[in-house]
């Protein structure tokens, strides 16, 4: 059987392995998320709701 010593490293081990996991995780999604407004084809917006919800200028039927 494992001792109460090992048993607590093995935990210790196993919680710095999963913040490390988690660290490296939200980095990546971090560096990989879009900034403000370059994801959004504004051409595709068919109401003026949507166009000033999304910082757009509405003009006649159309988001730009």
Same mark, same amino acid.
């Given at each position: 059987?494992?001792?109460? #010593?090992?048993?607590? #490293? ?7 392995a999963a913040a490390?996991? =988690?660290? #490296? ?16 084809? %504004?051409?595709?917006? =068919?109401? %003026? =709701? ?8 509405? $003009?006649? $039927?159309?988001?730009?």
């Amino acid at each position: 059987m494992q001792s109460a #010593i090992v048993q607590m #490293i093995l935990i210790v081990v196993a919680i710095a392995a999963a913040a490390i996991v =988690t660290v #490296i995780v939200y980095a990546q999604l971090s560096n990989n998320s879009p900034t403000a407004g370059d994801n959004i084809d %504004k051409g595709r917006i =068919t109401t %003026k =709701t949507l166009c000033d919800a999304v910082g757009g200028t509405w $003009s006649g $039927s159309k988001c730009s």
